[in-house]
């Protein structure tokens, strides 16, 4: 944790007043030999700072005038937390010299202002920090920060006999005769200063002012943006009951009763944040019933397009009722013009017309529909209805145990366990029984790494190596069906195969060797640095070098984002890809499979199949439920991806180490984007895998893509209603976090499926043209 001091009263406010000193960015090295140079530089340099002040007269002027701040940044302990932990003997070394230094800095202010008594000393922290290293997330580890504070006008530590807190803080640091305060952001602390009762009930009065303005402000806002008749105001806080609290926390100080004085302005404040509250969330039922509107409207029209495209539903309805009201546009046309004049009245923010006038032009394509939702209805009448409610049932099961894996990482293990049975209740268990059992295994495999802890907790440079071997061997299977398949020992198919081998030796060698520096406290070395990058930047290039036929292209992917993935690893992670690739190609064959017993025709082998750059349009064929289930299970393996080896939704399950292959200077951007990568890997992967998919079945990727976001909506309309504004920090953030990933999956799916288009497609040739292909 970055820790500060914070001294001498305020900051003056104009004039040349302010003086900083700093490292270069580039000190800040995860891989350094000791970090603890960081706060030794900030200590030194203060001690030097206050030594030439007495040397020189205009600064030592300005030190001696009133409202003076020291501000101390001591990074070393942060630094030391990330790369080292905070249980490893590096950071217990960094506090106990932070404890020395501290006391030595203490001494050297006193002596400089002659022991006046006037300073006062803030020792705090702006995080925490979990076991394994990282912050970000709601965890106490990461929240709750120390504040330690004395020197002039700081109440000295006081005994007690007892004191009750949720937390075991207190017995864990041996502090449980000595009371514990603790402090709500915007709130004073009085009973921590050592000041008069008088102070204190001003400072309290003063408090209660400044957060009741705050109130009032926002209060008439409300009401100036809303219509007199339709304004419902905070009736806890009436105008008459501010002026009666303000003037009775008045009287009490005037008569010398300052406890009294202080509990009502402590009540005062309490109204007030609770009457902020309640008009920031003044619209919230109105705007979430527009936004309720808007998911459910574009989640039918979707359906409608989809059931449009492939189903002839309007057969036998007349002409008359094929064709729309003319009445229905003038109708949707004059409720926005209503609307828009309501908000219009009310000056409220572009925003607002946005949540309610988006929903309109939605649900008059709806109801555009009508003869084909008539015919959908038709169709589902003829449906048995337990047949009917037992899909329902099942499709709802489904998105729930994908709602709650947001929660719950084990429920992806239940999901996963529960695909491997598919087989077992289909034909396919007695049509392509290796196939079947391939799936089963594969499926358990991949479920047990929702129940290992969240990656970075517990690094294991082996099992990085281990997923490099296991790769290396798959591969050795792979080059010996390319040297069968092809007449010449030596062509392009094996040497690219090869290099690519290669590039995993690389990525293992420079991945222990790297470990092994750092270890020693050599730093990072140059070589391994070069070699990182080089890999990097050829995965995204040797796939385009393969063949275009199915298997050997998305072999080739999945090598090349292993190499870079083994460099970005730091544990079990690594074999997560190569046991979700294994999934993902046996996923193909059982969809293969499963074609011999649908009505499609046609079936053509794996082997041969070849990605084109343009699917035929007219080989796409009618909707079945198989494709409802293509499209669940695309959802499922992506939210696999989000959550299979952490949580990617929380900041602290990023861990900096995974990047040193790359660099152990801190560089945010450069590490933001390397760790980008690392989790964009999984979901390349799997979209990779689902456009062969798509292109086996032969169904149209836009009805496919429309499924997957019918499926994300629902879900998302789900996590709308979980958001929360109160809580814990871990609970409101977990809550948004989880809707905006929701939210964000079809602009994702979008980016994921052009560059799986890219890399599955896409040719490139070292020597010539690329070769034609037929498909």
């Given at each position: 944790m970055k820790m500060g001091i914070l001294g001498r009263h305020f900051l003056g406010d104009s004039g040349n007043h302010i003086f900083t000193d700093s490292y270069d960015?580039?000190?800040?090295?995860?891989?350094?030999?000791?970090?603890?140079?960081?706060?030794?530089?900030?200590?030194?340099?203060?001690?030097e700072f206050f030594h030439a002040a007495r040397n020189n007269q205009s600064l030592l002027s300005k030190l001696n005038g009133d409202r003076i701040v020291f501000f101390l940044h001591l990074l070393g302990i942060d630094t030391n937390g990330h790369a080292h932990r905070p249980t490893s003997r590096e950071y217990s070394d960094n506090i106990k010299l932070v404890d020395k230094e501290l006391k030595e800095i203490e001494a050297t202010v006193k002596d400089f202002y002659g022991n006046d008594g006037k300073t006062a000393f803030v020792f705090t922290a702006?995080?925490?920090?979990?076991?394994?290293?990282?912050?970000?997330?709601?965890?106490?580890?990461?929240?709750?920060?120390?504040?330690?504070?004395?020197?002039?006008?700081?109440?000295?530590?006081?005994?007690?006999?007892?004191?009750?807190?949720?937390?075991?803080?207190?017995?864990?640091?041996?502090?449980?005769?000595?009371?514990r305060q603790d402090i709500n952001q915007g709130i004073i602390p009085v009973d921590m200063l050592n000041t008069s009762d008088l102070f204190k009930a001003e400072s309290m009065f003063t408090n209660a002012v400044q957060i009741l303005e705050q109130f009032k402000v926002k209060m008439t806002q409300k009401k100036e943006a809303t219509l007199s008749f339709l304004f419902t105001p905070f009736k806890s806080l009436s105008d008459t009951k501010q002026a009666n609290i303000l003037r009775k926390a008045r009287y009490y100080i005037k008569q010398k009763k300052y406890d009294e004085a202080v509990s009502l302005c402590r009540e005062l404040i309490d109204l007030a944040l609770r009457g902020l509250a309640y008009y920031h969330t003044y619209d919230r039922l109105f705007l979430a019933s527009n936004v309720v509107l808007g998911f459910v409207g574009w989640i039918s029209y979707a359906s409608l397009l989809i059931i449009k495209s492939h189903c002839n539903l309007t057969r036998g309805v007349s002409t008359k009722a094929k064709n729309p009201s003319r009445l229905l546009p003038y109708t949707f046309v004059a409720i926005g013009l209503f609307v828009a004049l309501l908000l219009l009245i009310q000056a409220c923010p572009w925003t607002y017309y946005v949540y309610c006038l988006l929903p309109l032009p939605i649900w008059y394509a709806v109801l555009r529909e009508i003869p084909v939702i008539q015919g959908f209805v038709t169709v589902l009448l003829t449906f048995r209805p337990w047949c009917f409610l037992g899909y329902l049932l099942l499709f709802i099961l489904g998105v729930e145990v994908l709602v709650l894996s947001f929660f719950y990482r084990y429920m992806l293990?239940?999901?996963?366990?529960?695909?491997?049975?598919?087989?077992?209740?289909?034909?396919?268990?007695?049509?392509?029984?290796?196939?079947?059992?391939?799936?089963?295994?594969?499926?358990?495999?991949?479920?047990?790494?929702?129940?290992?802890?969240?990656?970075?907790?517990?690094?294991?440079?082996?099992?990085?190596?281990?997923?490099?071997?296991?790769?290396?061997?798959?591969?050795?299977?792979?080059?010996?069906?390319?040297i069968k398949r092809n007449d010449s020992f030596i062509n392009e198919e094996l040497v690219l195969h090869l290099l690519q081998m290669l590039s995993i030796v690389l990525s293992v060698c420079v991945v222990y060797g790297t470990h092994k520096s750092l270890l020693e406290k050599q730093g990072l070395p140059l070589l391994n640095q070069i070699v990182s990058w080089t890999i990097l930047a050829s995965s995204f290039v040797t796939p385009l070098l393969s063949p275009p036929v199915l298997f050997d292209r998305l072999f080739s992917i999945l090598l090349a984002s292993m190499s870079t993935y083994l460099l970005l690893s730091t544990g079990y992670e690594a074999l997560f890809p190569l046991v979700l690739s294994c999934l993902m190609f046996v996923w193909i064959h059982m969809e293969q499979e499963t074609l011999q017993q649908s009505v499609v025709s046609c079936k053509q082998k794996v082997s041969t199949i070849q990605f084109a750059c343009n699917t035929d349009v007219t080989q796409c064929r009618d909707l079945y439920l198989d494709d409802?289930?293509?499209?669940?299970?695309?959802?499922?393996?992506?939210?696999?991806?989000?959550?299979?080896?952490?949580?990617?939704?929380?900041?602290?399950?990023?861990?900096?180490?995974?990047?040193?292959?790359?660099?152990?200077?801190?560089?945010?951007?450069?590490?933001?984007?390397?760790?980008?990568?690392?989790?964009l890997i999984p979901f390349v992967l799997v979209m990779c895998a689902f456009e062969a998919v798509q292109l086996t079945t032969q169904l149209s990727s836009k009805s496919l893509f429309l499924m997957v976001i019918n499926i994300s909506d629902i879900m998302a309309l789900h996590f709308f209603f979980l958001i929360k504004d109160y809580g814990s920090w871990l609970d409101i953030g977990t809550s948004i976090s989880h809707y905006v990933i929701v939210m964000s999956m079809t602009i994702f799916m979008v980016f994921l499926n052009c560059l799986a288009q890219m890399l599955t497609t896409k040719k490139l040739s070292l020597c010539g043209r690329p070769k034609s292909h037929i498909t």
């Open positions: 960015a580039s000190s800040e090295d995860f891989g350094a030999h000791d970090v603890t140079k960081l706060d030794t530089w900030v200590f030194d340099h203060v001690k702006d995080h925490g920090m979990t076991d394994w290293g990282s912050h970000g997330a709601g965890h106490p580890l990461e929240t709750c920060t120390p504040f330690i504070a004395w020197g002039a006008g700081i109440r000295l530590p006081q005994k007690v006999s007892a004191q009750n807190f949720d937390d075991s803080y207190l017995q864990e640091w041996k502090l449980e005769n000595w009371k293990t239940a999901g996963l366990v529960a695909f491997a049975a598919w087989p077992l209740i289909t034909p396919l268990w007695t049509r392509a029984k290796r196939t079947s059992l391939s799936w089963i295994l594969f499926c358990f495999l991949l479920a047990v790494f929702p129940l290992l802890p969240v990656v970075g907790r517990e690094p294991d440079i082996f099992l990085v190596v281990g997923a490099g071997l296991l790769v290396l061997l798959l591969s050795l299977f792979v080059v010996t069906s390319v409802i289930r293509r499209a669940f299970f695309l959802v499922f393996f992506l939210v696999t991806a989000f959550f299979g080896t952490g949580n990617i939704a929380s900041v602290n399950s990023f861990d900096p180490s995974s990047v040193y292959c790359f660099l152990t200077v801190f560089s945010p951007f450069k590490m933001g984007a390397l760790i980008m990568w690392k989790i």
